[in-house]
């Protein structure tokens, strides 16, 4: 998949149902995705795999997601300024 197939796909992913949560997840791949590292990136896909409810309850620190990594992950997503 070339990488700008691959942002394509991220992106409609990105789309939730949600604008708050689109609006996060959207900021870091605009922000974020181009200089992350391989690993991040395969962070950042497994986060969207998420359910909805369990990754907004995450984002506003309800609930703390089983895996460490994607967890971290959205600290700094929702540490990126508007």
Do not use: N, Y
């Not at 197939?5 to 609006?23: H, I, Y």
């Not at 181009?34 to 369990?54: G, H, I, M, P, Q």
């Amino acid at each position: 998949m070339t990488q700008d197939v691959e942002l394509k796909a991220l992106r409609w992913r990105c789309r939730r149902g949600m604008r708050e949560l689109d609006q996060l997840l959207e900021r870091w791949l605009d922000r974020c995705w181009a200089s992350s590292s391989d690993t991040e990136k395969e962070v950042f896909r497994r986060l969207l795999a998420t359910e909805d409810d369990k990754l907004w309850r995450a984002f506003l620190g309800h609930d703390r997601l089983d895996d460490d990594d994607a967890q971290q992950l959205v600290h700094r997503i929702a540490d990126l300024a508007p």
